[in-house]
């Protein structure tokens, strides 16, 4: 009914830069994101306040339905940090998303040992809070990832240090 309206800016953010689509990402809202999707005039990459994409909070909730949906897209950065620099992936990482880590590693565009702003890593963050289902999955480079400060892991051979 409101974006029958010629009047309706969806473009419009509020106070601290959050869309409609930004909104509807954050609360999983998986219709109102494919309904704001089908139109010309929003972008589904567009920032609000802390550099936090629409993908940023689908994928720090878990949403797997709006998480695919953005990355159809070509418009979306699957890798874009936040202010923090953390990405999609360090996020679902960090809460122990494992099919919306699996659907982010499946591209070539993600970088799964991309350091935030403190330098720690997404399977760091599967670690320390541990989501096991996140930490069997992480892909195997082949190299060896060297341990983060502070960071001492019991069994190397499950977090993918050994050689």
Known sequence: ???????????????????????????????????????????????????????????????????????????????????????????ACKNGHEWVVRMLLERNDVNPDKPNLFRQRPLLFACKNGHEGVVADAPRTGGRQPPQAGFIPSDTTIVGFSE
């Open 1 to 91: 009914m409101l974006l029958g309206r010629n009047s309706f800016n969806l473009a419009k953010a509020s106070w601290f830069g959050a869309t409609p689509l930004w909104f509807a990402s954050q609360w999983g809202h998986e219709g109102i994101v494919r309904i704001l999707l089908e139109r010309n005039d929003v972008n589904p990459d567009k920032p609000a306040m802390l550099c936090i994409t629409p993908l940023s909070l689908a994928s720090y909730s878990g949403y797997e339905g709006v998480v695919r949906m953005l990355l159809e897209r070509n418009d979306v950065n699957p890798d874009k940090p936040n202010l923090f620099r953390q990405t999609p992936l360090f996020l």
